[in-house]
């Protein structure tokens, strides 16, 4: 079999890693998503995934399917900050003028290096955000990135690297809105994520720099049910504790999502209205509002970037069979 293909998505090229137990679709060309990953033994999507049809609105809100980046995660109130003594002036694109998810959206990624070898495949893609001029009106420090995704077996491996390439210091944060199926059973699903309180959020759903205990989300640590959840909610995790979330389904097939616990944070559940085809699980690195909190980078997780300097990172999902 051989472990890297080609295809196509409306017209724009796609990647695909094969192992014995997974298949990765990702689509460089536009915004660089994993918007497909089947679970061969499972004969199962695990991601939600945008149809053929869907084109239009992927290209207005691409967050909405596979694993997208965020760079940053979350909202920003009225899209401004100040770093450094730049001035940023993220667009505003919600209901309250505010900004959400930032600028990374569609930008066309390039291909830079493919390997196979016996113990699985990867492929490395590279952006710059200097040959974005709509990217660059609103954030005018220019940045290099640069993807590893790598499969090996049944573990999806993404390995991120961002260089400073401007002369101001950069407020780094990075997250990933992964869409995960429920198939319209929430009751057979299972999460379990260690966490310690939730962010309590002002009317524009902003985090406010306070902490609220979990409450009725406490059973997360052990095990929640989704049944009847409905979730939109910024959880912190605690000192010591793994940065790492386990969607369980009730006859033992499961999924593991673990990231990088130096860097990463925060986690946001969301299940867009009551729980039932979707749950996103997704790992931030800042709190969102982060560069405008009083609260300094230990607790928001802002990341500061000096010129020239590049941040590392990594998280992984991994597919939990059957016994």
């Known amino acids: 079999m051989k472990q890297m293909t ?36 499972e004969e199962r999507h695990i991601l939600r995934e945008p149809d053929e049809h869907d084109l239009d609105f992927y290209l207005l809100k691409p967050y909405h399917f596979g694993i997208p980046l965020l760079f940053p995660p979350g909202r920003l109130r009225n899209g401004q900050f100040n770093y450094d003594g730049v001035d940023y002036q993220f667009n505003r694109n919600t209901a309250g003028d505010h900004h959400i998810h930032g600028l990374h959206k569609t930008q066309s990624w390039c291909v830079s290096d493919i390997e196979e070898d016996e113990d699985g495949c990867s492929i490395t893609t590279e952006f710059l955000s200097s040959d974005d001029s709509q990217w660059m009106a609103q954030s005018p420090s220019p940045l290099k990135f640069q993807v590893i995704f790598k499969l090996q077996g049944s573990r999806f491996t993404q390995q ?91 006859d033992g097939y499961g999924l593991r999502y673990v990231a990088d616990d130096q860097y990463f944070k925060h986690w946001v559940l969301y299940t867009k209205g009551e729980a039932d085809e979707f749950l996103c699980i997704e790992p931030y690195t800042w709190l969102p509002n982060a560069p ?32």
């Not at 990647?15 to 660089?32: A, C, F, K, V």
């Not at 961002?162 to 992964?178: D, I, K, M, Q, R």
């Open 292 to 323: 405008n909190l009083e609260q300094g980078p230990e607790f928001t997780g802002l990341i500061r970037l000096e010129p020239q300097q590049t941040f590392e990172t990594q998280l992984y999902l991994e597919s939990i069979h059957r016994p």
């Open 160 to 250: 991120f690297k961002v260089t400073n390439l401007g002369e101001h210091a950069f407020p780094v944060g990075l997250g990933f809105h992964s869409w995960f199926l429920l198939n319209g059973q929430p009751q057979d699903w299972t999460l379990k994520v260690p966490v310690e309180s939730i962010y309590e959020l002002d009317e524009a759903l902003i985090p406010s720099g306070g902490l609220a205990p979990l409450g009725s989300l406490e059973n997360l640590n052990v095990g929640l049910n989704l049944a009847g959840t409905n979730l939109d909610t910024i959880l912190r995790i605690g000192e010591g504790q793994p940065v790492e979330a386990i969607l369980s389904h009730k």
């Open 6 to 41: 080609k295809g196509t998505w409306n017209g724009y090229d796609t990647y695909i890693l094969h192992s014995n137990d997974l298949q990765i679709t990702l689509l460089p060309r536009l915004g660089n998503n994993v918007i497909a990953i089947w679970d061969k033994h």
